[in-house]
Every structure is written in C-alpha cells, then in structure tokens.
C-alpha cells in the first residue's frame, strides 16, 4: 500500500511550550490530510480537515489556535500543539488520500504520534 | 443514533477460529467501505477496501457489504494469534474529500 509518515513516533515535552508534528505522502500526491486524535481504548475522533494551499476546516469543538495546520505542500502537512497541556496528550495520527482519481482512493494512515505533556 | 455502531468488545477466540466482525451504519449516502487493523500504539493499517454492496476476499480476509440492510462484516479465517488487534470499519461518501466515518472499533484476541 501507499506510504504516509509521521513523525515523531513519540515526543514528551514540557508544559506550556509547543510541538510540531509532520505529515508526509512519499509516493503520491495528496490535496487533502486528515488530522485525527484517539485516546486509549477509542475511536479515531477526526479534528480537521487540511487543504494544500488553503486554510484547514477544523471539526465543532477544536481550538484552531491551540492545533495549528500548515499543508504547505502536496506531499506534506504539519500540526503544531501550541502551548501544550496535559491534557493534550493524546495518539495523533494523519492520514491522506491520493490526489490522481485515477489512482487508490483509500485512506492511508501514517503511524501516529503519543505526545505526553509533562 | 450514532452514524457507524460497531460492538467493542473484546472477542476472544481460540487460534483456527472463523473471525465475523461487524459494523451498521445508517447514512445511506455511504459509498465506500473499509476495514483497518490496529495494533497497540500503532496507526491504523488499510485490510480491505469495498466499494457499493459485494464481496471481497484477500487471502484470510474476505469483506462484505450489504447496503440494502447497511451492514457491513469482515471475516478472518483460521485465526492466528498475530491478528489479535483492533479493527476499525470506516466509510464515507462519494463525494470529494470527504472524511471517513469510523466505527468505535473491535479489540479481538487469538488464543493460541
């Protein structure tokens, strides 16, 4: 199947400063990321939508200026928790969509990210 | 009503066992249908992909959609302790973009 890394696996990081997490397609080309968080035990809860070259629709209930979304390429997105809290540690994983129609229209997930806030 | 029901669990089963997990939806806009195995601490891994009602079989795995009584199954066949793991349904639309919708997940056990 197709590719899509995440990285960092796995981040711990003080309260009150901010993490960047990337989102990368390495053989194919995708307009469109999806952020999601999962917390122990449950579903993956969809937190927004990222558009390359546009502003990201973020789902009822998530701060836009706590989780920044920068999708500055084709083949990249990024989240960054802003001042980062305890409870903001959390599974976050991406996934994206082949952008040729012609090609796999699956999602494919990148491998997550636990960020613990201590 | 939730869009996606999928019963948590867990299912344990012994190692050989026929594997039947579910999902219902009530969307009926819903054109395509997936199903994503989770290991711990890991992301979700693409099993099967359906489009519209039918079958699908991939080795062990055979998938079926059946969107008239918009209920969906997955079967694993002689089960190894190797597929102990969470398993996702999702689906969405056919339009653009759209995010997928996910069940709540089943966490299954293979006993050896």
């Known amino acids: 199947g197709a590719v899509v890394s995440q990285h960092p696996s796995w981040v711990i990081c003080k309260s009150g400063t901010s993490v960047k997490i990337e989102c990368r397609s390495l053989?194919?080309?995708?307009?469109?990321m999806f952020w999601y968080r999962q917390f122990p035990k449950q579903s993956l809860m969809l937190m927004a939508t990222s558009n390359e070259g546009s502003k990201a629709t973020y789902e009822q209930g998530v701060e836009k200026d706590k989780f920044l979304i920068n999708h500055a390429s084709l083949t990249l997105s990024t989240l960054t928790v802003t001042s980062a809290h305890p409870e903001d540690s959390s599974f976050y994983i991406c996934?994206?969509?082949?952008?040729?129609?012609?090609?796999?229209?699956?999602?494919?997930f990148g491998q997550g990210t636990r960020l613990t806030v201590v | 009503q939730k869009e996606v029901e999928q019963d948590p669990g867990p299912l344990s089963v012994p190692e050989g066992a026929i594997v039947s997990l579910n999902c219902t939806y009530s969307?009926?806009?819903?054109?395509?249908f997936m199903w994503y195995r989770q290991y711990s601490r890991k992301g979700p891994e693409l099993l099967m992909y359906?489009?519209?009602?039918g079958n699908k079989e991939d080795g062990r795995f055979t998938a079926q959609v059946d969107k008239s009584s918009k209920y969906i199954s997955l079967f694993i066949r002689d089960s190894q302790p190797s597929d102990s793991a969470t398993y996702l349904c999702a689906m969405r639309r056919n339009s653009g973009n759209t995010p997928l919708v996910f069940g709540k997940g089943t966490r299954l056990s293979v006993i050896a």
């Open positions: 359906t489009y519209s009602s």
């Open positions: 053989d194919f080309q995708a307009t469109t």
């Open positions: 969307n009926s806009a819903f054109q395509y």
């Open positions: 996934s994206a969509r082949d952008l040729d129609p012609r090609g796999r229209t699956e999602a494919f």
